[in-house]
């Protein structure tokens, strides 16, 4: 009993501390509130599998006793650091600081606005109807987008709270539909010509399935730049544990092969890229077929692999002309 009174007493004495608020929302966005922190949330539009499985959540943070803005994109999956964000129509805007990120559980599925970037961010947000993300993902970019709608009946406490100044009502056209792809096939070779959704470049690839279907070698052509690679359908490269570079082999017409060591994807060793990729492309049409040998991951034995180059000529056609200098 005197327990209980001692407790009451001790109870009737702390000051109360205000909890915070049920989270209010507003089409997607939820709102969080309590003394120190008002905080926004949006969830990234549906993903169009097999892109991408998990939604990204975008958050608006005021630190209300520093009155401080803070932004960031906040991922399921480790990401690098740096990203791309583009506002309705607008130029894309890079973001972030490049990092290696991928072993350090908190900070590798943040993406963050630097705080002096913030504001302005905040202001592109309110004046844009679609808000396109992309992200590296394990050495392959991530884009998923978010409907910013319903933010000017969420933002007053954020606002007041941060001293974000007034903003007009969205007036800009939303980027020109996608153009529809264009897919074609020369010998062995399956071709994609699309555009980017960030700089609206085109973007062509190249594909030649082994068989029978183990590896896939990759031409392709994105923003301007050209990269070659090896993808395996399924399993890993076993990559230099210090290095993180793959050693493979190039052979042509069943001549002897060449070692060569390239970079894989970060994270895992899923593809190895060529690191001179000009070289290759150049030497493709003066062959008719190329061996592959590798280590998979957690194996001794090299395995090798056979593509067809027939209709290589075919495939380089539209990659060269989107990107003329490899």
């Not at 069943?254 to 190895?272: I, L, N, S, Y």
Request: with cysteine; aromatic share 8%; hydrophobic share 40%.
């Amino acid at each position: 009993m005197r327990l209980l009174g001692t407790t009451l007493l001790l109870a009737m004495a702390s000051p109360l501390v205000a909890a915070p608020s049920p989270a209010a929302t507003s089409g997607r966005w939820t709102v969080e509130k309590s003394p120190d922190k008002v905080i926004l949330r949006l969830r990234s539009d549906p993903p169009a599998p097999p892109l991408y499985r998990d939604s990204v959540a975008f958050v608006i943070a005021c630190d209300v006793p520093a009155k401080t803005l803070h932004v960031r994109f906040s991922s399921r999956s480790k990401t690098a650091g740096q990203f791309v964000v583009r506002f309705d129509g607008d130029p894309a805007i890079t973001y972030g600081k490049p990092t290696d990120r991928f072993y350090d559980p908190e900070e590798a599925h943040r993406l963050e606005v630097e705080d002096e970037e913030a504001t302005a961010f905040v202001a592109r947000v309110r004046g844009s109807r679609r808000i396109l993300l992309r992200f590296e993902h394990l050495g392959r970019y991530t884009e998923v987008t978010f409907d910013p709608s319903g933010l000017a009946t969420v933002i007053r406490p954020l606002q007041q709270a941060c001293g974000l100044p007034e903003a007009a009502a969205p007036t800009k056209a939303l980027a020109a539909a996608a153009k529809t792809p264009r897919e074609s096939v020369s010998g062995r070779w399956d071709i994609r010509e699309t555009f980017s959704t960030i700089d609206d470049q085109p973007v062509v690839v190249a594909r030649n399935q082994d068989r029978p279907p183990t590896a896939t070698l990759v031409l392709r052509c994105q923003e301007k730049t050209i990269e070659a690679f090896f993808a395996l359908n399924t399993g890993l490269f076993d990559a230099n544990e210090k290095t993180g570079l793959v050693r493979f082999a190039i052979g042509y017409d069943g001549r002897e092969a060449v070692a060569h060591d390239g970079p894989t994807t970060a994270g895992f060793a899923k593809a190895v890229f060529l690191p001179e990729p000009a070289p290759f492309l150049k030497a493709l049409p003066t062959h008719r077929s190329l061996t592959f040998t590798y280590t998979a991951y957690r194996k001794t034995a090299p395995t090798s692999t056979t593509f067809d180059l027939g209709g290589v000529e075919g495939a380089l056609r539209p990659l060269l002309a989107a990107c003329p200098s490899p």
